[in-house]
């Protein structure tokens, strides 16, 4: 196994993916946030991991570990380089074989290791950053200070790839397969003969994690599916027949619509709509609990929570930016449940993965990812009845547009968001004077950045008229064509 210890960074959850891209399995031990080797309380391994005899890999910061602990030395760089860069390869050692004389890669540090460390050789350098990559073969220690787990480096998996199978001669036992008997027999232990409950969201995630769970405890798995009111149209029935039909009985449908658009009447601060959201879900939940399933003592909560989630709600220090507060990591806090995330460790990707090994219909595993808090965030400002049934109207001709234009699985997340602000127009032969309609698609791998997709003109055409048209109350469309960062995915 390939340990990726976490310094801080977003990084390190990109490096064991991409361990695992490469068949071997990748756990991530997690530390604080670092800025600079040489800042005050700035994290560092044990020493004596450099004395246990395994190769090491230091990326970027920990290259520069490995040159301030190891006798070397590391100065903060005048010359910052972030971005793209390229690099001059001096030796192809086993790490840099198989690469050109000079590769693309990409950096993101202002620190430089400006003296080797003791025994270590130069491998690669740049411009700007003379030890970009070093090396101490006979102990089999590398350094790199650029990212071969970024897409950018255009050589990257090759370099990873040589780590694990060349020098770690590591075994690929990561597979989905196993990986789904994993968290089965995972889940069945930490149960025993206890009862769960998961809430449903719509999503790919909970949908996976409730048929994982399913298969592991059976009909001791009880989903309550609340109704904010918040979601897609048809999502209720659509999701419920869905989950019916594999075979699942204990299923609750709470219908609390009215209790969220009251709650949420005349809030327009988007961090309070995502409290408002989270704190009625509890209480929903927890009458859920009490109410219907009441013959049954449900002692452990499920949920779909996956990786990303995790590190964009993980305010876990003091410097850590707290991006967003996911509604659905809330949920625990005030419950007397014990949490199960059957797939917290897992990539979309290989949730859909699981998924199609578990037989879920292809057209609900590649159903764009849904946010816990629903179409609410995606209404700029207060919400009301009559924006909510505008945009649900509006987001389901976008989302059947892209799929009869086989444009749909091409993308990460679409969908449509209301701005409340009114501009005029005109229809026939009469003015009007309606909301604004902006839609975002957007192509990522994990939600984490994303790229915004380069989506046809005559379908963005078609889209837009058909929506002018047959939606009213929106007189004027929008095309989102801002990356993330540094604009979310969602509009709140
Ligand atoms: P942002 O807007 O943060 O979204 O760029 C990144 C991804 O996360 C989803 N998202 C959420 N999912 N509860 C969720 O379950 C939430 O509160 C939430 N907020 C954002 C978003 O749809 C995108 O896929």
């Known amino acids: 196994m390939i340990v990726v210890l976490n310094f801080g960074s977003q990084f390190a959850h990109l490096i064991a993916r991409r361990v695992r891209d490469l068949g071997v399995k990748a756990e991530i031990f997690p530390f604080d946030t670092p800025a600079s080797v040489d800042?005050?309380?700035?994290?560092?391994?044990?020493?004596?991991?450099f004395e246990l005899g395994i190769p090491i890999?230091?990326?970027?910061?920990?290259?520069?570990?490995?040159?301030?602990m190891l006798e070397g030395a590391v100065e903060r760089g005048e010359h910052r380089e972030y971005g793209k860069e390229t690099l001059r390869i001096l030796k192809k050692d086993a790490l840099l074989k198989g690469l050109g004389a000079k590769e693309i890669v990409w950096f993101s540090h202002g620190d430089q290791v400006t003296q080797l460390p003791k025994d270590f050789v130069k491998t690669a350098s740049t411009h700007g950053c003379s030890h970009a990559a070093f090396a101490d073969a006979k102990r089999k220690m590398y350094g790199i200070q650029f990212h071969p787990e970024v897409t950018h480096t255009v050589h990257g998996t090759k370099i990873l790839s040589n780590f694990l199978f060349g020098i770690c001669k590591a075994k690929k036992d990561w597979n989905i397969s196993s990986v789904a008997k994993g968290i089965i027999e995972k889940m069945q232990e930490t149960v025993g003969n206890e009862q769960v409950v998961i809430g449903i969201s719509g999503g790919?995630?909970?949908?996976?994690?409730?048929?994982?769970?399913?298969?592991?405890?059976?009909?001791?798995?009880?989903?309550?599916?609340?109704?904010?009111?918040?979601?897609?149209?048809?999502?209720?029935?659509?999701?419920?027949?869905?989950?019916?039909?594999?075979?699942?009985?204990?299923?609750h449908v709470v219908d609390a619509s009215a209790d969220f658009l009251g709650k949420l009447k005349?809030?327009?601060?988007?961090?309070?709509?995502?409290?408002?959201?989270?704190?009625?879900?509890?209480?929903?939940?927890?009458?859920?609990?009490?109410?219907?399933?009441?013959?049954?003592?449900?002692?452990?909560?499920?949920?779909?929570t996956i990786y990303p989630d995790r590190i964009e709600s993980a305010a876990t220090s003091k410097d850590a930016a707290k991006i967003k507060s996911h509604h659905n990591l809330t949920l625990p806090e005030t419950m007397k449940l014990k949490v199960l995330e059957p797939v917290a460790d897992l990539y979309k990707d290989e949730v859909r993965k699981i998924g199609k090994t578990l037989n879920i219909p292809h057209e609900m595993l590649w159903?764009?990812?849904?946010?816990?808090?629903?179409?609410?965030?995606?209404?700029?400002?207060?919400?009301?009845?009559?924006?909510?049934?505008?945009?649900?109207?509006?987001?389901?001709?976008?989302?059947?547009?892209?799929k009869k234009a086989k444009e749909y699985e091409k993308i990460w997340q679409a969908f449509a968001v209301l701005l409340p602000i009114k501009s005029v127009g005109v229809m026939g032969d009469a003015r009007t004077y309606e909301y604004m309609?902006?839609?975002?698609?957007?192509?990522?791998?994990?939600?984490?950045?994303?790229?915004?997709?380069?989506?046809?003109?005559?379908?963005?055409?078609?889209?837009?008229?058909?929506?002018?048209?047959?939606?009213?109350?929106?007189?004027?469309?929008?095309?989102?064509?801002?990356q993330k960062p540094p604009a979310t995915i969602e509009y709140e």
């Open 39 to 49: 800042e005050k309380n700035a994290p560092h391994p044990d020493k004596n991991i």
């Open 57 to 68: 890999l230091g990326i970027c910061y920990g290259l520069q570990l490995m040159g301030e």
């Open 204 to 251: 790919v995630d909970s949908l996976v994690a409730a048929t994982l769970l399913y298969k592991a405890i059976g009909e001791r798995l009880h989903a309550v599916f609340v109704d904010t009111g918040l979601l897609r149209k048809d999502e209720v029935e659509g999701v419920s027949k869905a989950l019916r039909a594999r075979g699942f009985k204990n299923l």
């Open 266 to 304: 005349g809030v327009s601060d988007p961090e309070e709509k995502r409290k408002i959201i989270g704190h009625t879900f509890i209480e929903v939940f927890e009458r859920a609990l009490e109410k219907e399933l009441a013959a049954h003592p449900v002692t452990f909560l499920a949920q779909g």
């Open 367 to 402: 159903r764009h990812p849904f946010p816990g808090p629903g179409l609410a965030i995606r209404i700029v400002g207060e919400i009301t009845p009559e924006r909510l049934s505008i945009l649900r109207e509006a987001d389901s001709i976008f989302t059947e547009e892209l």
């Open 437 to 482: 309609l902006a839609l975002r698609a957007v192509d990522s791998v994990d939600g984490m950045t994303a790229d915004w997709h380069k989506m046809p003109p005559v379908l963005l055409e078609k889209i837009s008229s058909a929506i002018v048209g047959k939606v009213r109350g929106i007189n004027r469309v929008l095309y989102d064509i801002t």
